[in-house]
């Protein structure tokens, strides 16, 4: 099944750039998702990636997915302290089900 | 605005009782599932369910169970519970494979210890 990897914690200073890398094993995964959750919270969706994209921008969050290294990142620019929060990638096989394969997740600390 | 209804946002049980977890989506979906998330090991599927009345394992079956009698609720049921199972469990649901972006929408989580 599919494998999900990511970095497990990053520090940054506010005002900097945050990019939260993953790697994925299967190929066929069809859509692929980044998000996010704060303390005490369920999981959000920041946004998402289908597989036929290089790249996805919306307001601050850029995605770029490189299909032949399976690999999967979130740029956040101009990082805030609010944007402190565990940052999930995760994979949607092409299987029958709406299953996905979530990573252990990015903890991103945005020091003032 | 969409919605994950967990019923208890924090939950604290005695070993060997039996535990509910409730879960009620409001936006007809077909598809519900149960998390649990543990520090260092992400989220791991439980069960899910595509239907009413109809239920898969995921990865982490072993001492849960789940009941999906209507579309818009699916419960967690831990039969006897035991310390290792103190969890954040999360419920979430979808529409069906082929349609939309497939993603899943989450319920605030439920917080359980066992002791």
């Known amino acids: 099944g599919e494998d999900v990897e990511q970095s497990l914690f990053l520090s940054v200073r506010e005002g900097d750039s945050s990019v939260i890398n993953c790697t994925y094993t299967?190929?066929?995964?069809?859509?692929l998702y980044w998000y996010k959750q704060e303390p005490g919270a369920g999981l959000q969706l920041l946004t998402y990636?289908?597989?036929?994209?290089d790249m996805k921008q919306d307001q601050r969050l850029t995605v770029l997915l490189n299909k032949k290294d399976k690999h999967l990142s979130l740029r956040i620019a101009d990082t805030q302290t609010g944007d402190s929060a565990i940052y999930f990638c995760?994979?949607?096989?092409?299987?029958?089900?709406?299953?996905?394969?979530f990573g252990k997740g990015t903890m991103l600390l945005v020091s003032p | 605005d969409v919605k994950v209804t967990q019923s208890s946002r924090y939950l604290v049980k005695r070993t060997g009782e039996k535990v509910f977890l409730e879960c009620v989506q409001d936006m007809d979906h077909e598809n519900m599932f149960w998390y649990r998330q543990d520090p260092g090991l992400g989220l791991r599927l439980i069960y899910f369910s595509y239907d009413v009345k109809m239920k898969e394992k995921g990865d982490i079956p072993e001492g849960y169970s789940v009941s999906r009698e209507k579309k818009e609720r699916f419960s967690l049921i831990l039969e006897s519970a035991s310390t290792n199972q103190t969890s954040m469990y999360l419920c979430?649901?979808?529409?069906?494979?082929?349609?939309?972006?497939?993603?899943?929408?989450f319920g605030e989580g439920s917080r359980l210890t066992v002791l």
């Open positions: 299967d190929s066929s995964s069809t859509y």
């Open positions: 990636i289908f597989s036929n994209m």
């Open positions: 995760a994979g949607r096989m092409n299987s029958g089900y709406s299953t996905l394969t």
């Open positions: 979430a649901s979808s529409t069906p494979a082929g349609s939309g972006t497939g993603e899943l929408f």
